[in-house]
C-alpha cells in the first residue's frame, strides 16, 4: 500500500522561498504521475505541478506558477519535491502531494486533475505574509 507524507511547509513573507517534499513509502513500483495540488481556505483544490514519475523529464504547471516553481523527484529517495521561488500571499495554501498509479506499459500523459489521482498525502501547510 503506498503512503505519501509531506513536508516542509512553513510561514514565510512574500518573496520568500520554500521546498516541499513528499515521501512515498510501501508500494511504489506502479508509480506513474506525481503532482502537488493546494487548496486554500474557501477555495476549490487546484493543480501546481505534475510530473512523469518514472522518467522524471516530462512536467507540467499551473501558469499561476511557471518559472516560480519547480517540481523534481529523487527515485532513489522516493521523495518528491517542489522548489517554490518568489512567493506571493496568492500562493498560501494547503500543499497536497498526490501519486496515480497505472499498469505497467499503461502509457500516456500526466494531467493536473485531481480525478486521476488515486493516492493523497495529509497535507503541509504554507503561509505567506505580505
Not at 515521501?23 to 493546494?38: L, N
Not at 519547480?70 to 496568492?90: A, C, G, H, W
Request: aromatic share 12%.
Amino acid at each position: 500500500q503506498l503512503q505519501l507524507v509531506e513536508s516542509g511547509g512553513a510561514s514565510v513573507h512574500s518573496g520568500g522561498s520554500l521546498n516541499l517534499s513528499c515521501a512515498a513509502s510501501g508500494s511504489t513500483a506502479r508509480i506513474y504521475c506525481m503532482a502537488w495540488f493546494r487548496q486554500a481556505p474557501g477555495k476549490e483544490r487546484e493543480g501546481v505541478a505534475t510530473i512523469y514519475y518514472p522518467g522524471g523529464g516530462t512536467k507540467y504547471y499551473a501558469d499561476s506558477v511557471k518559472g516560480r516553481f519547480t517540481i523534481s523527484r529523487d527515485k532513489t529517495k522516493n521523495t518528491l519535491y517542489l522548489q517554490m521561488n518568489s512567493l506571493e500571499p496568492e500562493d498560501a495554501a494547503m500543499y497536497y502531494c498526490a501519486a496515480e498509479e497505472r499498469p505497467p506499459d499503461y502509457g500516456g500523459a500526466c494531467f493536473l486533475l485531481s480525478s486521476k489521482y488515486n493516492k493523497w498525502g495529509q497535507g503541509t501547510q504554507v503561509t505567506v505574509a505580505s
